[in-house]
Nanobody
Framework: QVQLVESGGGLVQAGGSLRLSCAVS????????MGWFRQAPGKEREFVAA????????SYADSVKGRFNTSRDKAKNRVYLQMNSLKTEDTAVYYC????????????????WGQGTQVTVSS
C-alpha cells in the first residue's frame, strides 16, 4: 500500500503562484511514476502533469505547459507541483497519484491517489 498526502493548496489571485506538495509513504521501494490531476466542479478529473521515477522525464497537459512544473525529491519521498501564472480556470481540487507498475510518465491508470487539495484562483 502507498499513502499520498497533498498540501499547499489555497486561495490565490490570478497571475499568482502556488506550490503543491505530495508526501509519499508506505511501499516506496519500487520504481514508480507520479502524476498530478485536477477536478473542477461539474467536470471530470483531468491529467495535469507526470514525472518519471528518475525525475528526468516529465509530461504536461497543454493547458498548463509552460506555467506548471513538477519535480520530485526521492530522498524525502515528496513530489511537487509548482504552479505559476495561475488562471481562474485552474481552480480545482488537485490530486497526486502514484503508479507502481510504470516508471515513465503515464497520463492515466494510476494505482494510488491522495485525498486532494483545493486550489482557488480569484480574478
Amino acid at each position: 500500500q502507498v499513502q499520498l498526502v497533498e498540501s499547499g493548496g489555497g486561495l490565490v489571485q490570478a497571475g499568482g503562484s502556488l506550490r503543491l506538495s505530495c508526501a509519499v509513504s508506505g511501499r516506496t521501494f519500487s520504481s514508480y511514476a507520479m502524476g498530478w490531476f485536477r477536478q473542477a466542479p461539474g467536470k471530470e478529473r483531468e491529467f495535469v502533469a507526470a514525472i518519471s521515477w528518475s525525475g528526468y522525464s516529465t509530461s504536461y497537459a497543454d493547458s498548463v505547459k509552460g506555467r506548471f512544473n513538477t519535480s520530485r525529491d526521492k530522498a524525502k519521498n515528496r513530489v511537487y507541483l509548482q504552479m505559476n501564472s495561475l488562471k481562474t480556470e485552474d481552480t480545482a481540487v488537485y490530486y497526486c497519484a502514484a503508479d507502481l507498475r510504470r516508471s515513465a510518465t503515464p497520463r492515466s491508470g494510476y494505482d494510488y491517489w491522495g485525498q486532494g487539495t483545493q486550489v482557488t484562483v480569484s480574478s
